[in-house]
């Protein structure tokens, strides 16, 4: 693909900070109609395939990050296929989808979560949408009008909470609690005694009354595996790590996840011969 300026700038950006976005329209003068240009190369994945020492491996980043600036629903449906496309391990654009990007979008953006929760997925899928409810729990947090519709969204997914994997419930959970949310009290104490819950995210049911206001202390000792209580040493960083590859309570959880999903796999194909 032979890309025109200024889009094909980003060819050879390289790199940018994780979390300091350029103002990319007004320092590169974009435009709507840019859109379909950056389209293609947020979807062409032989730059995200090239050499990791390569400039070109940062295209896809700048384009997400360009559209998310432009706005629209043009643009906004172009992210979303691109969160339907892209790996989990993408963390770069997950970490943006929950920090940054719903927030250029604001209440346009919701109806897509929305949709997201309710289709049928496999694992990989749902691995997404633990990213999702902390980028639905960010924007109810740093935009209050919101606050409410997000609650409902999540409300609304959890009320499958005897179909959802028991990390994606705790996810959910983790965002009602983020978001001060009562409204659903009831059903997240019902998940709890149903033992369809992950607690090493967010804890027992008495961590989240605790958490909401609604108990004092425990009454119970702390389960030893709940992360939020366990000492953990730093991770060892290799020497090309850069300082944003220290790893954050929230990437943990993530890594815990996987961990937990992959020996789970590994005891189904060990019971099957």
Not at 253 to 261: F, Q, S
Request: one cysteine or more; a negative charge.
């Amino acid at each position: 693909m032979n890309y025109t300026p200024p889009v094909s700038t980003f060819l050879t950006l390289g790199r940018p900070d994780k979390g300091d976005w350029q103002d990319y329209v007004n320092q590169y003068g974009f435009t709507s109609d840019h859109i379909p240009e950056l389209t293609v190369m947020l979807l062409d994945w032989e730059l995200e395939e090239a050499d990791s020492e390569s400039p070109q491996v940062w295209a896809a980043l700048h384009a997400w990050r360009t559209l998310s600036q432009l706005g629209g629903s043009q643009a906004l449906q172009v992210i979303f296929d691109y969160f339907d496309e892209t790996h989990p391990d993408n963390d770069w654009f997950f970490e943006d989808l929950v920090h940054h990007i719903l927030g250029y979008f604001g209440r346009s953006a919701l109806p897509h979560c929305t949709a997201k929760f309710a289709l049928e997925l496999d694992e990989e899928e749902i691995d997404k949408l633990n990213y999702l409810t902390e980028a639905l729990a960010h924007l109810g947090d740093q935009h209050p009008e919101l606050r409410d519709e997000c609650v409902a969204i999540l409300g609304e997914a959890f009320t499958s909470y005897q179909q959802n994997t028991e990390t994606l419930n705790a996810f959910i959970i983790n965002a009602l609690v983020d978001l001060h949310s009562l409204e659903h009290i009831n059903l997240i104490q019902e998940a709890y005694e149903a033992d369809v819950v992950d607690e090493t995210v967010r804890g027992d049911w008495e961590d989240v009354q605790i958490a909401l206001g609604l108990l004092a202390e425990r009454i119970t000792p702390a389960p030893r595996f709940i992360w939020a209580k366990d000492p953990r040493p730093e991770p060892a960083a290799p020497a090309s790590a850069q300082p944003e590859a220290q790893k954050t309570d929230r990437q943990w959880l993530h890594e815990v996840a996987k961990k937990k999903k992959a020996k789970a796999a590994k005891k189904k194909k060990k019971r099957r011969r």
